[in-house]
T-cell receptor
Framework: KAGVTQTPRYLIKTRGQQVTLSCSPI?????VSWYQQTPGQGLQFLFE???????NKGNFPGRFSGRQFSNSRSEMNVSTLELGDSALYLC???????????FGPGTRLTVT | QKEVEQNSGPLSVPEGAIASLNCTYS??????FFWYRQYSGKSPELIMS??SNGDKEDGRFTAQLNKASQYVSLLIRDSQPSDSATYLC???WGSGGSNYKLTFGKGTLLTVNP
């Protein structure tokens, strides 16, 4: 079974721009979660989508948003980028009601 | 503020030794606990999950959970250089698979010396 895939793998953006990241979950997984990983803060939960609805949300500003499509693929958008948004963005998927989730390879975002 | 605490390390052990990684968490109501391994430049990989008090063994890995002490640990027996990585402890504060809020510790860097 193919794993979680994320595109693009690397991205460089300028402060003030916006960015969209994409995630395709493991086949059959309907839950997709997004995380931000930085050296200072570690891995932090952004939000979870299940059946096209945001089911859980972390403590991030409204500039961070997401959506999920009917095929369970998910996108995450960050508007008005700040230097502090430079991070590894990770997507993870699981079945709807299980506890174990599996991560994709991540998208490395650099904001200059 | 729900917190997950890990010793940042680095923890250095010789090849063949037992590596012991520890994690404490702040919320007594937590139900599920996970250990992820993350190699430098890679994404986290799930290696163990544990849901009830006691020990759970999988190959060279043993997870131990003590909910009364709010403590979870990971033992790696016969440590190999390929085990050198950062180990992340994660705790789910939610009450079920649908109320899923995973909080991670900042990780312990393990180095296994040949």
């Amino acid at each position: 079974k193919a794993g979680v895939t994320q595109t693009p793998r690397y991205l460089i953006k300028t402060r003030g721009q916006q960015v969209t990241l994409s995630c395709s979950p493991i086949s059959g997984h309907r839950s997709v979660s997004w995380y931000q990983q930085t050296p200072g803060q570690g891995l932090q939960f952004l939000f979870e989508y299940f059946s096209e609805t945001q089911r859980n949300k972390g403590n991030f500003p409204g500039r961070f948003s997401g959506r999920q499509f009917s095929n369970s693929r998910s996108e995450m958008n960050v508007s008005t980028l700040e230097l502090g948004d430079s991070a590894l963005y990770l997507c993870a998927s699981k079945t709807g009601y299980s506890y174990e989730q599996y991560f994709g390879p991540g998208t490395r975002l650099t904001v200059t | 503020q729900k917190e997950v605490e890990q010793n940042s390390g680095p923890l250095s052990v010789p090849e063949g030794a037992i590596a012991s990684l520890n994690c404490t968490y702040s919320d007594r109501g937590s139900q599920s606990f996970f250990w992820y391994r993350q190699y430098s430049g890679k994404s986290p990989e799930l290696i163990m999950s544990i849901y009830s008090n006691g020990d759970k063994e999988d190959g060279r890995f043993t997870a131990q959970l003590n909910k009364a002490s709010q403590y979870v640990s990971l033992l790696i027996r016969d440590s190999q250089p390929s085990d050198s990585a950062t180990y992340l402890c994660a705790v789910n504060w939610g009450s079920g698979g649908s109320n899923y809020k995973l909080t991670f510790g900042k990780g312990t860097l393990l180095t296994v010396n040949p």
